[in-house]
């Protein structure tokens, strides 16, 4: 595990970014986790996090952050094949979807902003197995993978010594 904390001022930069995620999505429609009814704060908060999160793993791998706005999947999160997947939740799990590549690397971050911690990485294909299948809402399948199975991310110097994509 990686903790990484951001500045008022980094936080204040990915807010931003989770909120015009959130205009876009709503203007055009969408609720990506439509699985379940969210009100606005609640799909404002999970976008924040999720630009948070973003940003705390470029920060950890010493990689500007070079956010995205209404690309929906077309592009990564980070680089040409790195997928950052967040929630607030400490014992959260990382959640891959039947419509994730499976040639991109997803990696797990958790924490209440400016607290964010790096948990770990699995390549999409290794996420998508049977054990960790679940639909918990009736409508839309998902591999919810445990933190304890994802490759640790090992920093060195701010820079990923994995081996692996950062």
């Known amino acids: 595990m990686t903790l990484v904390v951001l500045t008022p001022r980094e936080f204040a930069t990915a807010a931003g970014v989770g909120m015009a995620r ?3 999505s709503s203007e055009r429609g969408h609720d990506h986790a439509s699985t379940y009814q969210r009100g606005y704060l609640e799909r404002m908060a999970q ?8 940003m ?3 920060k950890a791998v010493g990689r500007f952050w070079s956010p995205s706005v209404g690309t929906f999947h077309a592009l990564a999160d980070m680089g040409s094949n790195v997928e950052v997947r967040s929630t607030a939740r400490a014992d959260g799990c990382l959640i891959v979807r039947d419509n ?10 958790t924490g209440e902003p400016p607290t ?3 948990r770990g990485s699995i390549l999409g294909r290794a996420a998508k197995r049977p054990e960790w299948e679940r639909n918990p809402h009736g409508h839309r399948r998902a591999w919810f993978v445990p ?3 994802l ?6 110097g701010g820079v990923a010594a994995s081996g692996r994509p950062a």
Do not use: S
């Not at 976008?47 to 973003?54: F, K, L, R, S, Y």
């Not at 490759?151 to 060195?156: A, G, K």
């Open 147 to 149: 933190a304890a199975a």
């Open 151 to 156: 490759r640790p991310l090992v920093v060195t």
């Open 47 to 54: 976008e924040v996090v999720g630009a948070c999160g973003e």
């Open 56 to 58: 705390a793993l470029c």
């Open 100 to 109: 994730d590549a499976d040639d991109r690397w997803f990696y797990l971050v």
């Open 116 to 118: 964010m911690t790096v």
């Open 22 to 24: 959130f205009v876009e």
